[in-house]
């Protein structure tokens, strides 16, 4: 596997919050068009690859296993606490997690954006 140190840099950046768009800016790649440019990369098995190897080495590092993580945001996502904020980011990461973003845009539902205020 071949990338350039951008590509990694883009990889690094993704890894810290799975938020494609900032990750492209923030590897040094213009905000113009980042969406869509962030989309491609992430399509590339070459990105793929290199970004399950990061996310392996960070659950090792970590000593957690994928169930763990999955239990913890689930249970996040159905506290009956008032943060509504840290329960939709919950319910966003296991969304993403089991691709629904994706099978979405198979059935080619409407698009729905969610931006989040406050913490980022």
């Known amino acids: 596997m071949s990338l350039s140190d951008k590509h990694k840099a883009f990889c690094h950046e993704y890894i810290k919050d799975m938020n ?9 790649y213009s905000e ?3 969406r869509v440019s962030a989309s ?13 190897e990061l996310v392996e080495k960070q659950f090792k ?12 945001i689930a249970d996040i996502a159905r506290d009956n606490c008032e943060e ?7 319910w966003d990461m296991l969304g993403r997690y089991m691709n629904i973003y994706e099978k979405e845009k198979q ?14």
Do not use: M
Request: aromatic fraction near 6%.
């Open 84 to 90: 509504t904020q840290h329960k939709l980011k919950a």
């Open 20 to 28: 494609g768009t900032q990750a492209y800016i923030r590897a040094g």
């Open 61 to 72: 590092k970590a000593e957690v296993t994928t169930e763990e993580i999955i239990k913890g």
């Open 107 to 120: 059935s080619e539902a409407p698009k729905i954006e969610i931006k989040y205020v406050g913490d980022k």
């Open 32 to 34: 113009k068009g980042a």
């Open 40 to 52: 491609q990369l992430l399509s590339n098995p070459n990105i793929q690859e290199y970004l399950a």
